[in-house]
């Protein structure tokens, strides 16, 4: 996977600063942090649901394995 240096991000903000201009460069900021957040929420959401998903199967074998035990 790619990593991106501080040179590439200076690139990219200077290109960014030049088509959008320095009035609304911040205001775009905002909406980019904003994506971001909204983006890194859902991620965590999901890992979450997929964690107890795993948990409850574990829990559902660990009772199968003792009903067959107890047989």
Do not use: R
């Not at 996977?1 to 990219?12: Q, S």
């Not at 649901?49 to 409850?56: F, G, H, K, L, R």
């Amino acid at each position: 996977m790619p990593t991106i240096g501080w040179f590439e991000i200076l690139i990219i903000v200077a290109i960014a600063i030049i088509v959008l201009g320095p009035k609304d460069f911040p205001i775009m900021l905002k909406k980019v942090g904003s994506w971001i957040g909204t983006i890194k929420n859902y991620i965590n959401n999901v890992q979450n649901e997929v964690s107890n998903i795993d948990i409850e199967n574990d829990k559902v074998e660990k009772k199968e394995e003792k009903k067959h035990e107890s047989e």
